[in-house]
């Protein structure tokens, strides 16, 4: 079995990555297959980072299909010549890099290459990406680094030069509905749906083709769009969905938060329940702050979902009103679809899927997403005949 | 010494010593200086000082932070010196002392030392309560200078009175409230522009002199503003706004008052039903709600939703994306004391 097997619809993407792996593993100079600064580019959900590992497995190991033992140890991140750079905060801060940078210095222990992988590259201010620009552009020999980022437009232009950049394509809706059927052990109809509705982001279809509970949500989310006829259904729709949102992003977070908080206590050597020695309390505040930001970086990712959800949805609404005959993404709302479709016009329509878009950048700009949700959805009441 | 001796005879209940306004400060062996007001509490402090200078020029006066005391700092201080001269110490930061602080102090109150004072500054909080306790109960033989926030405007007015008075001055009610109106937020700023005034004029504070110094100056919140714009009156609203700014507001927070407004009015807009039903179905207290429906008059559904949009670009203009946050604020006081009918571009 190969470390290649497991990724869904990106067989262009893996021949370079698969040809990079076999040229570095036969040291041939002639051949340019390989390179020491890769960037991974494509939608959320098309596996990006899991290509990466993939990638960064297949060099850390001798034969370019990855072998077991060195998959197990990228797996769980304990290969001792891998260095992982993953953020689940908004920004990845300047020290974090600065310390890979050094660490990027050192020469490999056991395998042949030392991979560095950043996750989200574009989560780097431009402050903290042009202290990279020295180590992409002349690593030592042997390391080697892997970002990745949507698109390359999220990269400012001196990185964007210095490595090589290979694109991934949003996956057919059938390939990612087989891999969640095998993966997950769903019915095909369910996959097909979560594939369907997450629209071929993979994470997101795994996620509602196995949790009830974001399935509800997401209808809710949905329906509560389709309901809004005056203002004050507008604000009291942007208040529920803020809810769904938080309800969404505390799902992800709650437990993780109180199971870091014990583990951290044990290590701590504090009994569960008992008091907190002044002298230990400083630590459980950074560790209470760094769940702090993640929360926030939680809730408006949890927002962003919401948004690409009614921008499916009204998407829907413009294709029925527009009489395309391309695939609906909400087919199980296929009776109300067709009634708002008939109930407006596609000039609106189009209107409201651009007030989802100014939304999206609003709260990326840190405009209240109270507000932000409000303004959008008051353009969605504009259609309706006074 | 007499306060000393008086102080000792106090019952010994919870608050067994006398506890004074700042401006009745005396001395006494030890001195609790409580409240959060610090303008007050230095004021108390200096008070104190020159109290005790008049009686003595050969004072001594001694600083110690609790904050980052350490052992044997009091004892060094408070010991006699050869010459006997009356000590003051001056304890600052007892709210956040460290715990050799709280016992030297403690066991330093059991016998207090001759013609010393020990004023101890506690700016609230619940740090050294055992040490609160014991002069409350009377240790020591001291007294608490209670120096609370003056939250009330009555509280302003009186001290801007004291203030006139103390240095034998008149001042006229109506000048008085100008100025307290014009230095709401900061008893700080009212006390240096009450000395000013007294500095700088002779004969008695009028209106007429208030309006020479500090003319047109009004302190003022964004909810202020707000309630002014949506009430339809721009050209008032966009006045109060600038002195809202001038006054130290900051744009964000302005939008942010303004958007909880409209958006309860916007909630309250579409609902029907008594006032009481709609509190709790809307999760609000049911005065909000009828000073919304008053709010509402002249309003449309229509307006508040434009409305709505300009304040959430108004955000994002304030928060970076323009260039200009307090012409954004003036666009959108326009657009809502407009009630959303016209934009002025």
Request: hydrophobic share 45%; net charge negative; with cysteine.
């Amino acid at each position: 079995m190969s470390v290649w097997d497991e990724l869904t619809g990106q067989t262009e993407a893996i021949e370079v990555f698969r040809a990079a792996a076999a040229s570095a593993a036969a040291l041939d100079p002639a051949d340019n297959a390989m390179t020491h600064s890769w960037l991974i580019t494509g939608p959320p959900g098309s596996g990006r980072s899991n290509l990466a590992f993939a990638f960064a497995t297949a060099l850390l190991s001798t034969d370019p299909d990855g072998d077991d033992a060195t998959r197990r140890q990228v797996e769980a991140r304990s290969h001792p010549d891998l260095a992982v750079l993953t953020t689940e905060r908004v920004i990845i801060t300047i020290d974090e890099v600065r310390s890979l940078v050094s660490s990027s210095q050192f020469s490999p222990s056991v395998a042949r290459y030392r991979v560095m992988v950043i996750e989200d590259a574009d989560r780097m201010t431009e402050r903290t990406s042009n202290l990279l620009l020295k180590a992409l552009e002349e690593p030592p020999p042997r390391t080697v680094w892997i970002l990745c980022a949507p698109s390359e437009a999220d990269l400012i232009p001196t990185i964007r030069s210095r490595v090589r950049s290979v694109r991934l394509r949003v996956p057919a809706v059938a390939e990612v509905a087989r891999l969640i059927e095998r993966r997950d052990g769903v019915g095909p109809e369910l996959a097909l749906r979560a594939a369907r509705e997450s629209q071929s982001h993979i994470g997101m279809a795994h996620r509602l083709a196995t949790n009830d509970d974001a399935r509800r949500r997401r209808e809710q989310t949905l329906r509560t769009a389709l309901g809004i006829r005056t203002v004050t259904d507008a604000v009291l729709a942007a208040a529920t969905l803020l809810e769904l949102a938080g309800e969404d992003a505390k799902a992800i977070t709650e437990q993780r938060d109180a199971e870091e908080r014990e583990q951290a206590l044990r290590s701590l050597g504090v009994d569960a329940g008992g008091t907190i020695p002044p002298a230990l309390r400083s630590q459980l505040k950074a560790l209470e702050e760094d769940q702090k930001r993640r929360a926030t970086r939680s809730l408006r990712d949890g927002i962003d979902r919401i948004m690409v959800d009614l921008q499916s949805l009204y998407r829907d609404v413009l294709l029925v009103q527009l009489g395309a005959s391309v695939d609906l993404v909400n087919l199980s709302l296929d009776e109300e679809l067709r009634r708002a479709a008939a109930s407006s016009r596609p000039e609106h329509t189009l209107a409201v899927l651009d007030a989802i878009a100014t939304a999206r950048r609003r709260i990326e700009g840190n405009v209240a997403p109270a507000l932000a949700l409000e303004a959008m959805l008051v353009a969605v009441t504009k259609g309706e005949p006074a | 010494m007499a306060a000393r001796t008086s102080a000792r005879g106090g019952a010994k209940a919870s608050v067994a010593i006398p506890q004074l306004d700042w401006s009745k400060i005396r001395p006494a062996p030890v001195v609790l200086v409580s409240g959060t007001e610090n303008f007050l509490a230095d004021r108390a402090i200096r008070m104190l000082r020159e109290v005790l200078k008049l009686e003595d020029p050969s004072l001594e006066v001694s600083d110690i932070d609790a904050a980052a005391y350490a052992p044997g700092e009091l004892l060094t201080v408070a010991s006699p010196s050869l010459f006997g001269e009356p000590r003051l110490i001056r304890a600052t930061g007892v709210e956040k002392c460290t715990d050799a602080f709280i016992a030297e102090v403690l066991s330093y109150l059991e016998a207090p030392a001759d013609g010393t004072y020990l004023v101890l500054r506690h700016g609230g909080g619940m740090r050294g309560k055992k040490l609160l306790d014991a002069i409350r109960g009377g240790a020591g033989g001291g007294i608490e200078v209670v120096c609370t926030e003056l939250k009330k405007e009555t509280d302003k007015v009186d001290f801007a009175v004291a203030e006139f008075r103390s240095a034998g001055r008149k001042a006229t009610a109506g000048a008085v409230r100008a100025l307290v109106s014009a230095f709401s937020d900061d008893v700080a700023e009212l006390a240096a522009a009450c000395q000013q005034l007294i500095s700088d004029s002779s004969g008695d504070v009028t209106e007429a002199t208030v309006e020479k110094y500090y003319s047109g100056r009004v302190e003022t919140t964004a909810f202020a503003v707000a309630d002014v714009a949506i009430a339809g009156r721009h050209g008032e609203a966009l006045v109060m706004l600038r002195h809202a700014l001038a006054s130290g507001a900051d744009p964000v927070p302005i939008v942010a008052a303004f958007a909880m407004k409209v958006r309860t009015m916007a909630k309250v807009a579409g609902s029907r039903g008594p006032s009481g039903q709609l509190a709790s179905q809307l999760g609000m207290a049911p005065w909000q709600i009828d000073r919304a429906k008053r709010d509402l008059q002249g309003w449309s559904g229509a307006g508040l939703g434009r409305c709505i949009e300009v304040l959430a670009e108004t955000d994002a203009a304030v928060k970076g994306a323009e260039r200009d946050p307090v012409f954004a604020l003036e666009r959108m006081v326009g657009v809502i004391a407009s009630r959303g009918a016209s934009r002025i571009e």
